[in-house]
């Protein structure tokens, strides 16, 4: 009886080796990085031969629980093969994705009964969401040749998949340690690390185990010190539900951001140059360029604007002209606008926040009294420039935006009276595809 109950003593771990055990396993739960859920949605092209040759994309339109999401143009869409249409960081919870296109038969046939015919497609899928998981989500349009009617001929559905994005360190677990002896967690080493020594329990011979705590790496390091950009986008004074949409280093980030959100929402990015757009269902888009380092903690504070519910207030676009409801006026041999008649420029941000494919030519103009003819050349141009610059000034980037002075070359109405000079003094903008 006296050996086994020596024996049982000595199998019952020491106070020392307890305290070290728990520091370890409070090392290796730290080590377990847990990132936030992430949405990665992508669209699948029709295939460019065979049966689905003649079939164009014209209009792509993508939702996240109500939310539109800012995505690529349907011309970088339509092309064969699969492409990455957003990423969006998320909080834990349910979310739907409403996905719609339309088609159209781009090769036209008298006789061919889908000849100027649209499919219109909408399709969804819900699925849950949790921290690290990264969810992708497939949209893929295709083709079903034996359909009894052309406007089956086409469908629309998803595929989800799911992947941990968490995933334990690189880390070596020892064998139960020796009374005394070391417990080391083996790991990259990154900076001299720092030895925490365990007090023994009282009454027992002094010993100490060194656990090995991971120092965190100082901020010009690397990843581990991200910079951080703080988000508020208010409708008036309130909060209101929007997607921000992150360009910048690696892929693009997309973050929704709740309605009842009362404090500003972190995002963390890698420092360097970002654009960060913000679209939401009913105003207008915003957006602005900001550069993060690590030393400072920026917020971008967005007051949106509600869209015009009115056509005679929207902007129109005529064979890639674009017809501004209250474009920027002038006064006589002056290049800035007036003031109060720049508003419509908001109409104009928002037409290129939607769509990143497009860029903007600005073409001033003058009346034909404007001074000597070199004159009204050199006010044509700093007109357009003038208008560039409050374009910029509201978030746009200068590279988007070129600007050409014309003078009095293309009058818009007679310059015999001074109604029509004063429409002749204007700047007018031409949309351009990015090549």
Do not use: C
């Amino acid at each position: 009886m006296g050996l086994l109950a020596a024996t049982a003593r000595a199998a019952e771990p020491s106070s020392v080796e307890q305290r070290a055990r728990e520091d370890l396993d409070r090392q290796l739960q730290a080590l377990v990085k847990t990132p936030p859920p992430e949405v990665v949605i992508s669209f699948e092209g029709l295939p460019g031969a065979g049966t689905s040759r003649g079939y164009k994309l014209v209009e792509a339109d993508f939702s996240l629980n109500n939310q539109p999401l800012a995505v690529p143009g349907p011309e970088q869409l339509n092309a064969p093969g699969q492409h990455r249409v957003a990423v969006v960081k998320v909080d834990e919870g349910t979310f739907t994705l409403v996905s719609r296109v339309t088609y159209t038969s781009d090769a036209w046939n008298l006789f061919s009964e889908e000849s100027g015919f649209l499919w219109k497609l909408t399709a969804s899928v819900t699925f849950q969401v949790q921290k690290g998981l990264r969810v992708r989500v497939k949209v893929m349009p295709g083709i079903n040749p034996t359909a009894p009617d052309p406007r089956l001929k086409l469908k629309l559905s998803h595929d989800v998949s799911v992947e941990m994005t968490a995933q334990l360190a690189d880390v070596a677990i020892p064998d139960a340690p020796d009374a005394g002896s070391p417990v080391k967690v083996a790991q990259t080493p990154v900076a001299p690390p720092v030895t925490t020594p365990v007090q023994p329990a009282s009454g027992t011979q002094a010993a100490t185990a060194a656990v090995v705590v991971p120092v965190s790496q100082r901020p010009e390091a690397g990843p581990v010190a991200p910079a951080k950009l703080l988000l508020k986008v208010l409708a008036g004074k309130k909060p209101v539900a929007a997607t921000v949409y992150v360009r910048g280093r690696g892929a693009p980030q997309q973050v929704l951001l709740d309605a009842k959100a009362r404090k500003p929402t972190q995002v963390m990015l890698p420092p360097g140059d970002y654009t960060v757009d913000v679209l939401s269902r009913g105003y207008l888009a915003q957006t602005r360029r900001v550069k993060l380092s690590r030393e400072a903690e920026p917020t971008l504070a967005f007051t949106l604007a509600k869209a015009p519910a009115k056509k005679t207030q929207q902007p129109s676009v005529k064979n890639e002209r674009v017809d501004l409801p209250g474009a920027p006026r002038f006064v006589e041999k002056q290049s800035a606008p007036k003031k109060g008649s720049t508003n419509g420029l908001a109409l104009l941000v928002d037409l290129l926040v939607r769509d990143e494919s497009l860029r903007l030519r600005l073409e001033g103009h003058t009346d034909n009294q404007e001074g000597p003819g070199p004159s009204r050349q050199g006010l044509s141009e700093a007109r357009a420039k003038a208008v560039a610059e409050l374009l910029v000034a509201a978030g746009l980037d200068a590279s988007r935006i070129e600007t050409a002075g014309l003078g009095d070359t293309r009058p818009k109405a007679p310059n015999l009276i001074p109604r029509g000079r004063e429409l002749n003094r204007r700047v007018e903008f031409v949309l351009l595809r990015s090549k």
